[in-house]
């Protein structure tokens, strides 16, 4: 485990707008109450809490990776519409103490997804 620090920080702060995710036109999370996580040189990663998720969207995936700053993350591909995207989300189980606020939260790759909307 790797404690953040000035070569690698990381901060977490409640994003106060409204976050979407879109899949095929169906808006797979839907939250007020997002988290904003700025690591090092990364973009902002964008953590939505599991209870303003459309959790029949999301099925488990085997894969699974390791941060050593966050702990393990297991994945989930998506489903919206007509469309399934593999491996699009992830989240972390049981994070370490420095980043603990993300437990029960997920994450999505831009890239996986058709839009990631921040809103006011």
């Known amino acids: 485990m790797k404690i953040p620090g000035p070569e690698h920080p990381i901060t977490i702060t ?7 995710v879109m ?4 808006a797979v999370a839907d939250s007020r ?7 090092a040189r990364y973009p902002a990663v964008y953590y939505v ?4 998720l ?9 894969r699974t990776s390791h941060c050593p700053y966050k702990g393990n993350a297991r ?19 049981d994070p370490y103490p ?9 994450a999505f790759y831009p890239d996986r997804v058709d839009a990631i909307a921040v809103e006011d």
């Open 33 to 39: 109450n997002a988290l904003r996580l700025e690591e």
């Open 49 to 52: 809490p599991r209870a303003d």
């Open 54 to 62: 459309r959790l029949e969207s999301f099925i488990p995936s085997a």
């Open 23 to 26: 899949v095929d036109g169906v």
């Open 75 to 93: 994945y989930f591909d998506l489903v919206g519409g007509e469309v399934r995207r593999s491996d699009a989300v992830w989240s972390y189980e």
């Open 98 to 106: 420095a980043v603990a606020a993300i437990r029960d939260f997920v």
């Open 14 to 20: 409640p994003e106060p707008r409204r976050v979407r």
